[in-house]
C-alpha cells in the first residue's frame, strides 16, 4: 500500500466520525451519550479502539453488528455508515488508530529536498524539478535576461524596470548580477508600495466608508496608517514588532509623536458604526482573519453549532 491509499484521521476518520458520530459522541456535553468522546484519542483508546486489533475493537463491532439494539449509528438517526466508510475504519484501527492534529494547526516542517538529475539553483527548483521528473518532464527553457528583470522589478515593485536598468542587467555578466538586482528593488521605495498593498487589504483599509445610498465617510488622516504600513516594509521591521505596534503601540511608551503610533489603524480604518459594539466586532473579526487565519464572526449571535 502506497502512501497515498493510507487510511488517516485526518484524511478519511475525522469527516467519517464528524459526519456519523460527533453529535452523540463528540464535544457537546448536553448531546453526549455515554462516555465516549470520538473526537480525543484517551476517550477512543480507553472506551472504544485497542489500536492494530480490529477484531477486538468495540468500535467496529457497533458498526458491523446485525443487532439493532447495538448497532451504532442506531437505525433510528438515518446515518448509516457505508461499506467503504466501514473498511476504513477497519484499515485505520489496523494500523494502529493513529490520531493527528487538524492539519491547519500542525507545525510546519522543513522537507529535506529531493535529489534530482539536472543542476538547480536553489532547493525550492529541487522539489519543482523533482515532480517534473516524475513525469518525464523538464525545466522549460530559461528566459532572456531581458525577461528576467521584467519579472523581478514588476514582482517587487509593481512597474516595469526602465530602459538603462535593462541594458545594464544585460551586459553585467559577473555570477551575482542577478542578486544584486534583487538587493536594490528590496531597497528601493517602490518595494513597500508594492507589497505593502498586500497588508492593506488584510487590514480593510480605504480612504472613505459608504455607497451611494448612505453617502461616504472620508478618513482623513487614514493616510498616515498607509505610510506607516509602506515605511515599515522598507524598514524591513521585524513581523512581530509590525504587529505589536498594530495592536497595541498606545501601550509601548512611544511619544506622542512616533510614527509607530500610526500602526493603530489597523484597528481603527475599518467600517465605522453608529453602534460601538459593531466596531468591537469588526476590529475582532480583522484581527482574527489577518492575523491567525481563522473566522470567529459566527460566534458573534451564535455559540453552539446547531443554532
Known amino acids: ?48 479502539v485497542v489500536p492494530g486489533k480490529p477484531d477486538e475493537s468495540e468500535l467496529l463491532a457497533r458498526l458491523v453488528t446485525s443487532d439493532s439494539e447495538l448497532v451504532m ?5 438515518g446515518n448509516t455508515l457505508t461499506a467503504e466508510q466501514i473498511e476504513a475504519v477497519r484499515r485505520w484501527i489496523t494500523d494502529g488508530a493513529a490520531f493527528e492534529q487538524h492539519w491547519a494547526f500542525l ?31 523538464t525545466y522549460s527553457p ?9 519579472r ?3 514582482d517587487l515593485t509593481g512597474l516595469p524596470p526602465t530602459w538603462e536598468e535593462v541594458e545594464a542587467f544585460v551586459k553585467d555578466k559577473s555570477p551575482d548580477a542577478f542578486a544584486r538586482v534583487i538587493d536594490r528593488l528590496l531597497e528601493s521605495p517602490g518595494y513597500g508600495e508594492r507589497w505593502g498593498r498586500h497588508w492593506l487589504d488584510i487590514a480593510r483599509y480605504a480612504d472613505t466608508h459608504g455607497g451611494a445610498a448612505i453617502g461616504f465617510t472620508r478618513f482623513p488622516f487614514s493616510y498616515t496608517y498607509r ?11 521585524p513581523y512581530d514588532r509590525f504587529v505589536t505596534e498594530q495592536l497595541a503601540a498606545d501601550q509601548l511608551g512611544l511619544t506622542d509623536n512616533d510614527p509607530a503610533l500610526a500602526g493603530l489603524g489597523f484597528l481603527t480604518v475599518g467600517m ?36
Open 107 to 137: 507545525p510546519v516542517v522543513r522537507p529535506a529536498p529531493p535529489s534530482v538529475s539536472q543542476p538547480v539553483n536553489s532547493d525550492i527548483d529541487r522539489f519543482l524539478l523533482a515532480a517534473l521528473e516524475k513525469k518525464q518532464l
Open 73 to 77: 449509528p442506531p437505525p433510528s438517526a
Open 227 to 237: 505610510d506607516y504600513v509602506i515605511n515599515a516594509f522598507n524598514r524591513d521591521v
Open 1 to 48: 500500500m502506497t502512501a497515498a491509499d493510507r487510511v488517516t484521521y485526518n484524511g478519511q476518520i475525522r469527516a467519517i466520525f464528524a459526519e456519523h458520530c460527533l453529535q452523540c459522541h463528540g464535544p457537546d456535553e448536553k448531546q453526549r451519550q455515554g462516555e465516549l468522546r470520538l473526537d480525543q484519542q484517551a476517550s477512543v483508546y480507553a472506551h472504544a
Open 272 to 307: 465605522q458604526f453608529r453602534n460601538p459594539h459593531d466596531t468591537i466586532d469588526d476590529q475582532i473579526d480583522v484581527v482574527s482573519r489577518g492575523l491567525m487565519g481563522l473566522t470567529v464572526s459566527c460566534a458573534r449571535c451564535h455559540d453552539h453549532k446547531y443554532d
Open 152 to 154: 523581478a522589478t514588476f
Open 142 to 150: 530559461a528566459i532572456s535576461r531581458e525577461q528576467l528583470i521584467r
